[in-house]
């Protein structure tokens, strides 16, 4: 099991910025740590993607204003958000694919609210 725990969520002015951290219980070395986000009424989609190499993948719609690192030795991930605008404003979900052997497993952390204001 893993747990992980989103933070840095919050209230901004649209052009603002925002950094998230996710946080996870135990070694992330290996994974794939993905960030997700959850807007009222629509379904959830994957914002950004980091594998243990470092190699990212973003949703067009952040590609130039988002940016996820990883720091394996502290078992955390993170999204710095700029210049961002009112329809960022979502619930956004850390999300963890651990290799066990030749299986996948996937974990989730609790989310964290942004608010992004006109």
């Known amino acids: 099991q893993v747990q992980l725990v989103e933070s840095g969520g919050g209230l901004v002015q649209a052009g603002g910025s925002l950094r998230l951290s996710c946080a996870a219980s135990r070694s992330i070395f290996g994974s794939v740590m993905g960030w997700y986000r959850q807007a009222p009424g629509k379904q959830r989609e994957l914002v950004a993607a980091?594998?243990?190499?470092?190699?990212?993948n973003y949703a067009d719609f952040v590609k130039g204003r988002f940016t996820i690192s990883r720091d394996n030795a502290k078992n955390t991930v993170y999204l710095q958000m700029n210049s961002l605008k009112p329809e960022d404003t979502a619930v956004y979900y850390c999300?963890?694919?651990?290799?066990?052997?030749?299986?996948?497993?996937?974990?989730w952390g609790q989310g964290t609210q942004v608010t992004v204001s006109s």
């Open positions: 999300n963890a694919k651990i290799p066990y052997g030749s299986n996948w497993s996937a974990y």
């Open positions: 980091i594998i243990s190499g470092g190699s990212t």
